[in-house]
């Protein structure tokens, strides 16, 4: 897979920020990514910095892209639609959970675009919405796929940035959806699979086992 680029709207500022530090190469880094193929561009939507016409112009349905409002309430206030694969975020953000974000996104994105991917003894299907195992094949919500590509390239996520991540801007939302699905996903793996270590927890974290 090549390179992801960010490519910022909106916020001159901002895009020095993340130059100075480095976040497309520690991206790249972290993924592992090949610079000599083609690249993934992620546009980065600074809506502070742009009329509301203007932002919703560039949120392109299956693009990946991550909106920065400074207020709550913009999305709703502004009539935005978001895709799958669009994240917003309030600001002010933590560049740490930023750049993880980047990179759940980007496997989602690319996961989506090649239809199929392995994880351990495991196939995951974006098109059937599955996950399959010596010929056992099992239907997956769409917050279940989610969660399995969030924990994918990372080493330990802990609630709240999964909650951010996957269910977005929902600040209404019952904390206890999380657990929830949790819940019934390590069941349904338990049920078909026998695989009772599929997602893991240590000290809050949460991970994929190896």
Not at 100 to 109: A, P, R, S
Request: aromatic residues 10%.
């Amino acid at each position: 897979m090549g390179n992801i680029n960010l490519v910022i709207f909106g916020s001159d500022t901002f895009s020095d920020i993340i130059n100075e530090l480095e976040i497309n190469y520690i991206i790249n880094k972290d993924l592992n990514l090949n610079k000599n193929k083609e690249g993934t561009q992620i546009r980065i939507l600074f809506s502070d910095g742009m009329k509301s016409c203007k932002v919703k112009e560039n949120l392109i349905e299956n693009f990946p892209i991550i909106l920065l409002c400074k207020s709550k309430d913009y999305i709703k206030r502004n009539n935005i639609t978001l895709s799958s694969f669009h994240v917003p975020l309030t600001l002010p953000i933590d560049i740490l959970s930023f750049i993880e974000i980047i990179k759940i996104l980007y496997t989602k994105f690319i996961f989506f675009k090649k239809s199929k991917i392995i994880i351990n003894d495991y196939e995951i299907d974006s098109n059937q919405r599955s996950i399959s195992k010596k010929k056992i094949k099992v239907k997956l919500t769409e917050k279940e796929l989610e969660l399995i590509l969030a924990l994918k390239n990372n080493n330990g996520l802990n609630k709240s940035f999964l909650l951010k991540s996957i269910w977005k801007h929902s600040l209404d939302l019952d904390t206890h959806a999380f657990e929830t699905h949790l819940h019934r996903l390590r069941k349904k793996i338990y049920k078909y699979f026998r695989d009772d270590s599929f997602i893991i927890e240590k000290k809050s974290l949460y991970y994929l086992a190896n």
